[in-house]
């Protein structure tokens, strides 16, 4: 057991190493693969060659060393090399016919007819089905207008025109998969399913590659699946129909889908709206449809791992049907495999996720030893079963190793097996009576302190006080313990079964939760601790109720659906609960952002992790090992054998710290990046480790996407900030201040600098009052106004919006307890580890001309200098008394003459412009969607012939600008 | 054998206790039927209805 242990964490650590390294050579490492394998096979040919000569096999297996150590060594070595080999052969798609490779023969827009299979039931994600297709032949397509004579009547009339398509040849698709995004309103909605011949006429997209700093890679997600292109089903945009449907081929999976589409008929009759959706998500792991909200709050109090049908459900499934089986007196050895089964047709029903397939492998295997193995004393690990199981998954999926719900499955348990007995052990001895007291105390006066004040969490220094109070409180509690003679109020007095929950809970959430949230997601569920202790238990409960309804209900004829329906009404209060649950946890307790760690900084948390839970073996191993090597001295054969190994250790620590440190990036002495938010604007200004940011972007409440949230609050998240010096806003746009709101909850921000009123009382003001604050262009209200009559309401939703975001931003200010400065020519910020200066607007009047008193800003440090403008061009263009490095743009700059004669005296290294053309509805019955429009399709041209580089975030992503030894260096996110 | 007893007993008053408490609700609440949940999810996996 223990060698098949090595030689996984061998192949799982190959594999690994071709994700650090980048390494492409799979030719190589195969070849390593075969050199170390035949290493391996020398030694134990020569160990055991003669038995295996005379056929005697039993000699090899009683032997006390059957593989030796030589042999075992180049294995692990075969094995590691084997996995890299995978890995990176996985990662190949440039060979001919693949997918990939026929698509990037030609441009983006070209269309294309593609003819293919349904691989898999489509998904539902809002108003889309997500439809995986395996193309199997695909054609150009070109669209001709031709001149037709052949007609009577067309020859009448002088003749016409008509379309024609004309087709290429048919490519033949040997890899890579497509995945179709069919609206719901297109007919073929409701008629696309699993294993159907269809056949699909547009253009293909490919996913957006990673944009932003912090922000998610969708294109290398989408890769990982094997998914290489995107088609969005949409009238007049793409095509998609049903050619034939299969009825042949994977028996299995169809037997699976129909189960999941019987018991989903079930819920849908037996539950309303929106609990079935919770249900549907727990059971069958149907995501769509559940409202966001919910998702929000499973998501802020650490429970979204009941809607990812994780590992849990199995085992609870596991156990229900056992309880079922044992309940018939049905003995093991027949219902085992039956169980088995079971587990694996609901890993299928549930989309084959890599924590349900590693779950279901897991309890089989265990089953199937308990039932067939017992007998013969074999007792199986739970570290052995985790290791088969990430074995398989990452045999047939090599990819899967860098997605977090792969590395958050496999933790889970790893923390569960190894973690979970000294926690118990630890809180055993820490919780009797005084320490018990102290430590419910400590665990109280926290929890009350942050529902009470929940801006405490946006303190720069609660995460490490509140370590340090969680290590201070475990330390005085175990004295307390030790040294109190008190037995009674112990933890030790808490049933097993409550202990042992209690003590993998911990578990969990130090190996497992506290570093991965933090890893993958920047975020950090307070309430999770005590919101698990509920939603566990309780989820077994519903998943089981709901899983003997579904079944009862799809299942057994007239009776059935009216069991089911009263099994579920009970059910519909559990669920209810839980989401009750969730919504009183989320509004009592914070949700705060939390610094991601580097990788290095991850594997420095387990080893520490590890030093600190196994200190006692680890001294044990120390010592032992301290006295072998001292006796292994002594002996004067040996000695030089040993000083080499010394001197090899010292050789191999020096050279790998070196490749470590030459591989850390020197940080800047300043880094500007102007974000890639969309409409909108935010440049993030980092110097002497302290953040400043200009602008915050756009928060579309109609779209519900919050660019503050997605996109500023993932890059400060990985930059390891604890708060932001600074905010300068530069104009009251609402996509300069509205995304603002949701950093503001996550962040301290210890001054706002504006160019235009803002009050700090907290008091809404009125529209009458906005309107005649801010000036916004709009000739039909500035006349109303002229005239003597009231603002009326917000005449467009971008209006509303920019109210909406002001009010807000009033709100804000007053409930973080933000000071507020007003900006004018002449200012200067520099605390904040760059200079800024104000060059314009020169004077604070009463009325705030939103697209003209912008603020241009001059940026300093050392000898170099940016600009900052706002978008109106005209101060810049009357000299700005210095020769800029670099200018960054907060929107397409205007008039284009006047930033054109800017430019070209500046002459800089660099300009980058935040512009995206905004939707649709933003604009609709904006008074300036006309000029916005227009300038948008004239700029393009214009702006390539300056004879320095323009970046435009809507083509480049995020612009990066970095000073090193006052040099100016450009990165762009997304490359040509 | 202890524990399958238990598993045992805990299934049988947990599907006793279910019926009880469903039926309860059913009685309670009069919009609880099943046309009433079909309608209410309509728009809920719309390609897949009962």
Same mark, same amino acid.
């Given at each position: ?20 390294? #980048?390494?492409?050579?799979? #030719? ?39 593989? $030796? ?87 009448? %009339? ?55 700093? !912090? ?33 042949? !081929? ?21 539950? $309303? ?13 149907? &995501?769509?449809?559940?409202?966001? &909200? ?28 056992? !309880? ?98 000294? %926690? ?74 409550? @202990? ?75 669920? &209810? ?18 610094? @991601? ?43 030089? %054998? ?61 779209? #519900? ?12 998240? #990985? ?69 003597? @009559? ?26 973080? &307890?933000? $000071? ?43 000898? @170099? ?112 | ?8 007993? *805990? ?7 279910? *019926? ?31």
């Amino acid at each position: 057991m223990l060698t098949f242990i090595l030689l996984s964490l061998a192949f799982i650590g190959g594999m690994g190493f071709a994700v650090l390294s #980048g390494a492409t050579a799979s #030719g190589l490492f195969l070849l390593l693969t075969a050199v170390f394998f035949t290493c391996a096979v020398i030694p134990f040919w020569f160990k055991h060659g003669n038995s295996m000569l005379a056929g005697d096999f039993k000699a090899i297996r009683e032997d006390e060393e059957t593989i $030796p150590v030589l042999s075992m060594i180049f294995l692990m070595l075969t094995l590691a090399m084997f996995g890299s080999f995978s890995y990176v052969s996985e990662l190949r798609y440039d060979y001919r016919g693949h997918f990939l490779t026929i698509c990037e023969k030609y441009d983006e827009s070209t269309t294309w007819r593609i003819s293919g299979r349904v691989i898999e039931e489509p998904k539902l994600r809002g108003d889309y089905l997500e439809v995986l297709i395996q193309p199997e032949t695909m054609r150009r397509v070109e669209r001709k207008r031709v001149r037709v004579q052949n007609d009577s009547e067309k020859k009448k %009339s002088g003749g016409g025109y008509e379309t024609v398509a004309e087709t290429s040849e048919a490519e033949t698709v040997t890899g890579g998969l497509l995945m179709a995004l069919v609206y719901e309103d297109n007919e073929v909605f409701r008629e696309v399913s699993f294993n159907q011949t269809v056949e699909i006429e547009g253009q293909l997209t490919e996913a957006s590659e990673k944009r932003n700093p !912090g922000a998610m890679d969708y294109r290398q997600y989408l890769r990982n699946r094997g998914i290489f292109r995107t088609v969005r089903i949409m009238p007049r945009r793409a095509a998609l129909k049903v050619v034939e449907q299969r009825e042949s !081929g994977a028996v299995w999976y169809r037997f699976a889908l129909h189960i999941k589409n019987e018991v989903l008929k079930v819920i849908k009759q037996t539950m $309303p709206y929106h609990e079935s959706s919770f249900l549907g998500g727990v059971l069958l792991g149907l &995501k769509g449809g559940l409202p966001p &909200k919910v998702s929000q709050e499973f998501r802020m109090t650490g429970v979204s791992h009941v809607l990812a049908v994780s590992g849990l459900h199995v085992t609870i499934i596991a156990g229900l049907f056992y !309880g079922l089986f044992t309940m018939f007196k049905i003995p093991l050895r027949i219902f085992a495999p039956i169980i088995v089964f079971s587990l694996f047709t609901f890993a299928l029903i549930v989309g084959w996720p890599s924590s349900a397939v590693r779950a279901a492998l897991m309890n089989s295997l265990f089953l199937l030893s308990m039932a067939y193995l017992k007998d013969s004393g074999f007792k199986l690990s739970v570290i052995f079963s985790l290791c088969v199981a990430s074995d398989y998954i990452l045999f047939m999926s090599p990819l899967q190793l860098t997605e977090p719900s792969f590395v958050l499955s496999v933790m889970a348990i790893y923390a569960l097996a190894m973690f979970s007995e000294p %926690s118990g052990e630890m809180l055993r001895r820490m919780l009797r009576g005084p320490g018990l007291a102290f430590a419910a105390l400590a665990f109280a006066a926290f929890f009350v302190a942050i529902i009470i004040d929940n801006t405490l969490v946006l303190h720069p220094y609660f995460f490490p006080l509140t370590f340090f109070c969680i290590v201070a409180t475990c330390y005085i509690s175990t004295r307390l313990s030790d040294r109190s003679t008190f037995q009674s109020f112990a933890f030790e007095m808490l049933p097993g079964w409550l @202990q042992g929950f209690l003590a993998a809970q911990i578990a969990i959430f130090v190996a497992m939760m506290l570093p991965l949230s933090a890893f993958y997601f920047g975020q950090l569920s307070l309430a999770a601790p005590i919101a698990n202790l509920i939603a566990i238990p309780l989820i077994g409960l519903i998943v089981q109720i709901g899983l003997i309804a579904g079944l009862i209900g799809a299942f057994v004829p007239v009776i059935g659906i009216y069991i089911a329906l009263v099994l579920n009404a009970a059910n519909w209060l559990a669920v &209810k609960f839980f989401l009750g649950m969730a919504s009183f946890f989320a509004a009592l307790i914070p949700y705060p952002r939390i610094s @991601q760690p580097v990788f290095y900084e991850l594997v420095i948390y387990y080893l520490l992790l590890h030093c600190f839970y196994f200190r006692r073996e680890i001294k044990t191993w120390g010592l032992a090992l301290y006295a072998a090597v001292y006796d292994v001295w002594d002996e004067p054969d040996y000695r030089n %054998s040993l000083s080499l190994l010394a001197i090899f250790a010292v050789i191999l620590a020096v050279a790998g710290s070196v490749v470590f440190f030459s591989g850390i990036e020197r940080q800047p002495d300043l880094r500007m990046t102007m974000l890639d938010v969309g409409f909108g604007s935010s440049l993030m200004i980092e110097a002497e480790g302290k953040v400043t940011l200009i602008d915050a972007a756009l928060n579309d409440t109609l779209a #519900g996407v919050d660019r503050g949230e997605r996109v500023i609050q993932p890059a400060l998240s #990985g930059k390891q900030v604890r708060e932001i010096k600074a905010v300068i806003l530069s104009s009251a746009l609402p996509e300069r201040i509205s995304g603002l709101s949701s950093v503001l909850s996550t962040y301290r921000v210890n001054r706002l600098y504006v160019p235009f009123p803002l009050p700090t009382n907290g008091v809404r003001v009125n529209f009458e009052e906005y309107a005649r604050t801010f000036a916004f262009g709009d000739i039909k209200l500035e006349r109303r106004l002229k005239s003597g @009559q009231n603002a009326g309401i917000p005449p467009s939703y971008f209006w509303e919006l920019a109210y909406e975001s002001y009010n807000r931003l009033i709100e804000d200010v007053h409930r973080y &307890k933000i $000071p507020v400065q007003l900006l004018k020519a002449g200012d200067k910020i520099t605390d904040i580890g760059v200079n800024i200066e104000v060059l314009y607007p020169e004077r604070n009047k009463d009325t705030f001309q939103q697209y003209y008193d912008g603020l241009v800003l001059k940026i300093t440090r050392d000898t @170099q200098n940016y600009v900052y403008l706002s978008g109106n061009a005209h101060p810049a263009a009357e000299g700005v008394g210095f020769r800029p490095d670099f200018i960054f743009v907060a929107d397409l700059p205007y008039p284009y003459e006047a930033f054109e004669k800017f430019v070209k005296s500046a002459n800089p290294e660099g300009v980058a412009i935040s512009f995206r053309f905004p939707a649709a509805w933003l604009m609709d019955g904006y008074h300036m969607a006309g000029t916005i429009s227009s300038r948008n399709k004239s700029y393009g041209p214009r702006l390539k012939q300056l004879n320095f580089p323009v970046y435009m975030t809507s083509e480049n992503g995020a612009v990066q600008v970095d000073q090193l030894r006052n040099t100016v260096n450009t990165k762009v996110f997304v490359k040509d | 054998m202890q524990e399958s007893k238990d598993a045992t007993r *805990f299934l049988i008053v947990l599907l006793v206790v279910t *019926f009880m408490t469903g039926a309860l609700v059913l009685v309670v609440k009069s919009d609880y039927r099943i046309r009433d949940n079909e309608l209410s999810n309509l728009e809920y996996y719309p390609h897949i209805s009962p």
